[in-house]
């Protein structure tokens, strides 16, 4: 079983999260949880010090952490982004590529299943801050910036 997943060359971030409203309150912590509901803009101005930033899902249905995670990376964050709370199997291919690069689930993941939805499509429709040109593009690749 799958307990925490990382996607990264480097190690993963052991570092203590704080909260988003004490973070940007102190110079010191390179480590900050972002909860349900709270702005990822909010740590725009402090990108270039953080190391991780976990983003809660409370429940599987709210996908208000996929915005914050494209929002960072949109902004230029390359620290490590991990998933975290109530993540299933089948979110993960599309929280990677909002940008997730590491996950730790509440509940433990099969193996199996994790590898079976990472490999299961070769290509992608949409897209995305992940870098990989969607299936269109491949045919059309004169409209990618449209």
């Not at 509901?37 to 953080?50: N, S, V, W």
């Not at 433990?108 to 801050?129: C, F, G, H, N, P």
Request: proline share 4%; glycine share 8%.
């Amino acid at each position: 079983m799958v307990e925490f997943l990382s996607f990264r060359e480097d190690d993963a971030t052991q570092e203590p999260t704080v909260t988003v409203e004490a973070f940007t309150g102190q110079s010191n912590s390179t480590a900050v949880r972002i909860e349900a509901g709270e702005d990822a803009r909010e740590l725009l101005p402090h990108l270039d010090r953080l190391s991780l930033v976990e983003v809660n899902f409370p429940a599987f249905g709210d996908g208000r952490g996929y915005s914050a995670a494209r929002i960072l990376r949109e902004a230029g964050y390359a620290g490590e982004l991990r998933a975290v709370g109530d993540v299933l199997v089948d979110q993960i291919v599309a929280m990677r590529r909002c940008g997730f690069d590491s996950f730790h689930p509440a509940k433990a993941l099969d193996d199996a299943a994790v590898e079976r939805a990472l490999t299961r499509y070769a290509d992608v429709y949409q897209k995305s801050v992940d870098g990989r040109a969607p299936i269109w593009a491949k045919r059309h690749p004169e409209n990618l910036d449209g």
